[in-house]
């Protein structure tokens, strides 16, 4: 994947000096035998490090300091293998700028009965030292992950996994550049919002650029270039008939393949993760970018149509959440409905730009006419979305804050062959059910254009939700109506009032 960070994160054991060296050695040695124990399990993204065992408010202050500027931590994992006075936590965690969870293990899975004496009791008591940090972290309204569990219990190496995904696709945010071509499609709302707003919140920038920049560089491509891509094409895709070399459609081939190049050259320099375009401003550009858009965000690029840049910087997030795991992540749009009685179904598209990550077996491709946008007919590949879970997930400014909602669907095969259609679809149901669910979407404001994924779950975007500290709505199978909209009319408030309770 283009720019994915490196990283680590950092276990920070937290102990104190009553117990003399003797017990702290011990405090090291199990911290260590933690470490290398959950690295060699299987699930962990990338290297948990045991950075040290902390026992005064001086060393606390430096690791945390040290955690903001190493450009590779993700964040920390605190651990209090025994008793650490919570106020020698306040000055660094006043300061630390990185995200941490709080893992409540303990060191020793069994209890030793017959031989259990005060000493055992002194080295192994996260049942109490893990208690007063949870009440410092609770008392300055820290977001957090907790997981709780020995260390040698799959489920807890699933949880941290997972949140150390989501400190990666936060790391990767801070200071990610995403290029727009061209404004929002005139008169939307949903895709609209605050860039100095996200910025803040975020950590991302988002920089408008005129097409004709791009259009230069689409222009700059070389002839050569041109030709071994489309070469690349025939070999990865059943390219239809009519588009290969000689062929009477060959030419919109080529010039797809040029735009593929110049947007690639473009985001290169920049240095950009994702982008976004807009059917509105195509001026001097021949197609619409359909298959080069497909293309790019199979290689991790973040992509919103229409100027929606919220969506394009979700997409590249749950891109590197999901980096590795199986199950692709795609800019989608709910498009329309199968409203029969035996059960609905949303087909999701959009006019090209579906990516082939999500593809269940080779896509086709192909040039058809495009209604919108009135330019020459555009490549795109053509092809289902497999059948499984999945989820779609849109993040919306509500003015003065943003909300992140969340569906859980369930992708199936489309009950009849579309011949016709000539654009990637899915075809997913909805949880729990899709009255309750498109209810409950619409009733939040959710958008119609989302970021949809089989590998990125609904943990990790709750993980991303308490680091980016905005609310998450979460649609799933025990989603009632009345309940969530209780909750929404409640968050209102909380949101309003939350910043003014931490101190
Ligand atoms: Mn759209």
């Known amino acids: 994947m283009k720019h994915l960070p490196k990283s680590e994160v950092w276990l920070v054991t937290g102990a104190q000096e009553l117990y003399g060296p003797g017990p702290l050695k011990h405090v090291a040695d199990h911290s260590k035998a933690i470490a290398k124990g959950l690295n060699a399990a299987p699930g962990l993204p990338y290297p948990l490090v045991f950075k040290s065992v902390l026992t005064t408010p001086e060393a606390i202050r430096a690791v945390c300091l040290e955690a903001n500027q190493a450009p590779r931590c993700a964040g920390l994992v605190l651990w209090m293998h025994t008793f650490s006075p919570s106020r020698m936590w306040i000055g660094g965690l006043s300061v630390l700028r990185k995200p941490f969870a709080h893992l409540h293990t303990q ?91 996200a910025e803040t919140r975020f950590g991302y920038s988002v920089d408008g650029f005129g097409v004709g920049d791009l259009v230069a560089e689409v222009k700059g491509v070389a002839e050569s270039k041109v030709t071994a891509l489309c070469a690349e094409y025939t070999d990865r895709y059943a390219v239809a008939p009519g588009l290969g070399r000689g062929g009477p459609r060959h ?62 910087a979700l997409v590249r997030m749950m891109k590197v959440i999901a980096e590795g795991l199986p199950g692709g992540t795609s800019f989608m749009e709910d498009y329309t409905y199968h409203l029969h009685p035996s059960g609905s179904l949303v087909l999701g598209a959009h006019m090209l730009e579906i990516c082939e990550s999500i593809a269940a077996a080779k896509p086709s491709l192909e040039v058809h006419p495009l209604g919108i946008g009135g330019r020459e007919d555009p490549a795109r590949l053509v092809f289902t979305a497999r059948a499984g879970p999945a989820l779609n997930a849109s993040i919306i400014d509500l003015g003065t804050r943003f909300r992140l909602i969340v569906n859980e669907v369930d992708v199936v095969e489309p009950p009849k062959p579309l011949p016709k259609l000539p654009v990637a679809r899915a075809v997913w149901t909805c949880r729990p059910d899709f009255k309750t669910a498109c ?4 009733r939040a404001g959710g958008a119609h254009h989302t970021a949809f994924s089989y590998a990125v779950t609904a943990e990790h975007l709750r993980d991303f939700a308490e680091i980016a500290g905005i609310e998450l709505v ?5 989603t009632r109506l009345a309940e969530l909209e209780k909750e929404l009319r409640w968050n209102e408030a909380y949101y309003h009032l939350a910043p003014g309770a931490r101190s």
């Open 107 to 197: 060191f020793n899975r069994d209890l030793p009965w017959p031989e259990i004496d005060m000493d055992f009791m002194n080295l192994n008591q996260a049942a109490h030292g893990d208690r007063e940090a949870g009440f410092l972290h609770a008392r300055m309204r820290l977001p957090r992950k907790i997981i709780v569990g020995h260390w040698q219990d799959p489920e807890v190496v699933e949880r941290l996994a997972a949140w150390m995904r989501v400190a990666r696709g936060w790391q990767d945010l801070q200071g990610a550049r995403f290029a727009r071509f061209g404004d929002n499609m005139r008169r939307v709302g949903v895709t609209e919002g605050d860039k100095v707003a």
């Open 251 to 312: 030419d919109s081939l080529r010039e797809a393949a040029r735009i593929e190049l110049g947007l690639r050259a473009f985001l290169t320099k920049g240095a950009f993760k994702g982008f976004t375009t807009t059917f509105e401003d195509l001026h001097g550009l021949r197609q619409l970018p359909g298959l080069a858009v497909q293309r790019l965000m199979a290689d991790g690029y973040g992509f919103g149509a229409e100027g929606d840049w919220k969506t394009c």
């Open 474 to 478: 979460l649609i799933d199978r025990d």
């Open 439 to 442: 209810g409950a979407w619409i």
